[in-house]
């Protein structure tokens, strides 16, 4: 993997500007294990300046995004992160034990564990929040624009996953973060420079889940 550009050498205006969509969309995945080192504040505005672009209903872009780079704010966060997180794993901590645990499920439970564990050393903890309705969060809202952040991740060489365990302590983190209840936070992305190359993620086969006209039973769906 490369080491990351040095501080002061990243050209905003031009780095992923030439990565083309559909090869920049099927090899984004989720990246877990990051550097330490920090990331522009710059880039971290443009990728989300990507997430603006994003449809919204009514062209009413509800989103802010709260970017926390300080180390004690990012320390708070990933102290509470890791607390919810090895609960809500253990579970699968304790069915990875079995020499039959699936290859692939093996790999993203080890990339969830380390993320939970060194989310304090993750340079950028990306807060995407929006707006409620009738008192309730809308996080349908946000899905476009949330996935526009992590591909042009992708695009500008940053590593980046979605993640919604905070959740749990959302109202905490809400009130830490300066967050009204009207505007609630619906994911935390960290994002920092990748330890780990983009990798073609695994799918099931398009051909199994496309159907024109009426869906057909094809097998067991997972
Ligand atoms: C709604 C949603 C919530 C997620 N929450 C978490 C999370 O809390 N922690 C985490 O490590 N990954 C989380 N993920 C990331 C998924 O685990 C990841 O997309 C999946 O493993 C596929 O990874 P890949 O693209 O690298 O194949 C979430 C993904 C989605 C879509």
Redesign the pocket.
Known sequence: MKAPPPPGTVDVASIGEDVRLLEGLRT???I?RLRPDPVPRELVRKVCEAGTFAPSGGNRQPWSFVAVTDRERRAWIAERYRRV?SEYIAPAVRAAESPDYPAEKRK?LS??VH??ETLHEVPVHLFVAGHTRRGLPQPQALFPAIQNVLLACRAVGLGA?????HLTFREEVDAFLGLPPDRPSI?LLPIGWPRVAYRR???RSIDECLFFDRWEERGTPR
């Open positions: 984004s995945c989720a877990r997180f993203v990339g969830a993320l939970s996953s979605l993640t919604t365990i994911a993620p695994v799918r």
